[in-house]
């Protein structure tokens, strides 16, 4: 069992920047790949950016490629999601989670553990 918290979410301006984290307590958290989702008012949950057990392999979803990074201390227990020339668009209740296993996982699926979500609110 992981236990997620996530925090830094709030309302900026169109064009600014947001730093998320999310705390994990509970079993090692090297042996999970983690990822950011989001999910807007209506819609569905969607896949933001993963990265692997070690750090060593990121990936992004195309909307937000450029502007995000995501990258994890595995001494802290910690993933945070660097957010950079923020949109109207991006505004969403983002979420942090972990799978177990390998490769690029963008499913929300694939993933089975889950943080309660931060509001993150970009106003134009």
């Known amino acids: 069992q992981v236990r997620l918290v996530e925090s830094g979410g709030g309302l900026v301006q169109a064009g600014g920047s947001l730093r998320l984290s999310c705390a994990a307590s509970?079993?090692?958290?090297?042996?999970?790949?983690m990822g950011w989702f989001r999910q807007a008012p209506g819609k569905e949950r969607e896949f933001v950016a993963g990265?692997?057990?070690?750090?060593?392999?990121?990936y992004y979803a195309d909307s937000v490629k450029g502007r995000f990074t995501i990258s994890r201390d595995n001494a802290k227990s910690t993933v945070d999601l660097q957010m950079n020339t923020l949109k109207p668009e991006d505004t969403a209740v983002f979420y942090c989670?972990?799978?177990?296993?390998?490769?690029?996982?963008?499913?929300?699926?694939?993933?089975?553990?889950w943080g309660q979500g931060t509001q993150v609110t970009v106003s134009s």
């Open positions: 990265i692997s057990w070690s750090g060593g392999n990121t």
């Open positions: 989670a972990a799978a177990v296993g390998g490769g690029v996982l963008t499913s929300h699926l694939q993933y089975k553990f």
């Open positions: 509970g079993r090692t958290f090297s042996w999970y790949t």
